[in-house]
């Protein structure tokens, strides 16, 4: 297929380097936000009188028939043109003679590649943020099943304090809020057009950008026609906010491993979400977190050599930008992917409330609540933290629990007595479902405010699914 920049005879592209410079493998994937976009051009080149009423009318009819021969398989993206772009004003010209040659007036490629690709984006940034949003809704159904299943907090992977597993479900669900927020703004951000931008001047054609937008579905044209074809912020910020998510996603597998641990012994993963070995028959392998874990690096890799490709390109288009689609494309499939295998993960998790309830007995997570005890007597918090940890320390060399203490035991420091302090109500205060209950501050693991943060998340999942 010749090239549209091609005229007459002459030596052409060497075959290598034809093939080096052709994007068809990556942006056929743009076919149907291309057409939409060239109906859009072509009903404004018929009602700006660029091009005559009835062409522009035929234009719009045959790319609807080429829409659906593609849909249904009739036809096929010709793989010797040169890109997409290509592909559809060469069909339209075979099919409609010198009336396909016509839907290029106004235009450029440059602003025809940006305009579909951006609509591409904007569409990806909606689509992600709704499997974040069925994410959020898979951990909130964890969590209002567990609001008092109690369980260790952990902090440089050591046992903390005393939490509930709702708890720690629900700081995914924060970290995915903010992911889905990032998500919204990003697609508000891309919801403009550049078409008619031209390769970076406009036109001298009586083109009408605003129109365009309208009929596409964008919410506004971009302000400056050279930053319209140089621009891909909105596949950056898609990857920004990509990464980010596959950081949280990671940080939850990794959990999730742990938990599922021989060591841990918190959950377990059931078969719809877990692997055998083939040679052990024991085991069950969490491999969805693993696999998401490990694919986090290449989104990290993908939004890296976005951001590379960009920095030195001097406006307005450059040959560079070709590059965007294929690095976008997979981020957005591994992004994609990744939050269906979580929501299911996160579906398939089986808590051990006893074994959870049983890791609170070792490790002295009351501790804090020690010292607390003491201040709500008196007590200044730094003297009560060193009393406090003579008191752990004392239960260490006796190897018992802070809940098995006698009065004896409180002889450790004087705040004890100073503080009228009795072995057996500071025991009943250390109760680890106590500890929980007390933790009343706004998002905290009490569960009066873990059932509020439910609530709010389920209004806002509501809310943002309308």
Request: aromatic fraction near 6%; hydrophobic fraction near 45%.
């Amino acid at each position: 297929m010749a090239t549209l920049w091609q005229v007459g005879g002459g030596e052409g592209l060497d075959p290598a380097v034809d093939r080096f410079l052709s994007s068809l493998a990556v942006d056929a994937r743009l076919v149907f936000e291309d057409i939409e976009c060239s109906q859009a051009h072509a009903i404004m080149l018929g009602e700006q009188g660029i091009i005559p009423h009835a062409d522009a009318s035929a234009l719009v009819d045959e790319l609807a028939k080429i829409r659906k021969d593609l849909e249904s398989g009739a036809l096929a993206v010709d793989q010797s043109a040169e890109d997409v772009h290509s592909f559809l004003e060469a069909e339209l010209t075979r099919r409609l003679g010198d009336i396909g040659k016509s839907i290029h007036a106004g235009r450029s490629r440059n602003d025809q590649v940006a305009a579909a690709f951006k609509l591409h984006v904007r569409n990806a940034c909606r689509q992600t943020r709704a499997r974040v949003l069925d994410a959020v809704s898979a951990c909130l159904d964890v969590a209002e099943r567990n609001i008092e299943t109690l369980m260790p907090g952990y902090t440089h992977l050591q046992r903390a304090q005393p939490v509930t597993l709702a708890h720690h479900v629900l700081a995914w669900c924060a970290a995915l809020e903010r992911d889905a927020d990032r998500f919204a703004d990003a697609a508000t951000r891309a919801n403009e057009s550049p078409l008619g931008a031209g390769a970076l001047a406009g036109s001298g054609l009586s083109v009408d950008r605003e129109r365009t937008a309208e009929l596409i579905g964008f919410s506004r044209v971009s302000m400056n026609t050279m930053d319209a074809v140089a621009d891909r912020d909105a596949a950056i910020e898609y990857a920004a906010s990509a990464a980010t998510l596959m950081m949280h996603l990671s940080r939850a597998c990794e959990d999730i491993v742990l938990w599922a641990s021989s060591e841990y012994s918190f959950v377990k993963i059931s078969p719809r979400a877990s692997t055998g070995s083939s040679i052990m028959p024991q085991k069950r392998n969490p491999d969805p977190a693993e696999l998401i874990r490990g694919k986090a690096g290449r989104v990290f890799g993908n939004l890296q050599a976005l951001l590379v490709m960009e920095k030195g390109l001097p406006y307005a288009y450059n040959r560079d930008l070709q590059e965007d689609k294929a690095l976008f494309f997979e981020i957005e499939e591994t992004m994609n992917g990744a939050l269906e295998a979580f929501k299911v993960l996160v579906q398939s998790i089986e808590p051990d409330a006893g074994r959870m309830r049983a890791a609170l007995d070792e490790g002295y997570l009351e501790a804090t609540d020690v010292a607390e005890f003491l201040v709500k007597a008196g007590v200044p918090f730094r003297t009560a933290y060193q009393a406090a940890k003579l008191l752990v320390q004392r239960c260490v060399d006796e190897q018992k629990s802070l809940r098995a203490i006698t009065q004896a035991d409180l002889a450790v420091h004087e705040a004890f007595e100073k503080a009228g302090a009795s072995a057996a109500e500071l025991a009943e205060y250390l109760e680890p479902q106590a500890c929980v209950a007390r933790r009343m501050q706004t998002g905290g693991p009490a569960p009066l405010r873990t059932r509020e943060q439910i609530d709010r998340l389920r209004a806002w999942l509501h809310l943002a699914t309308r």
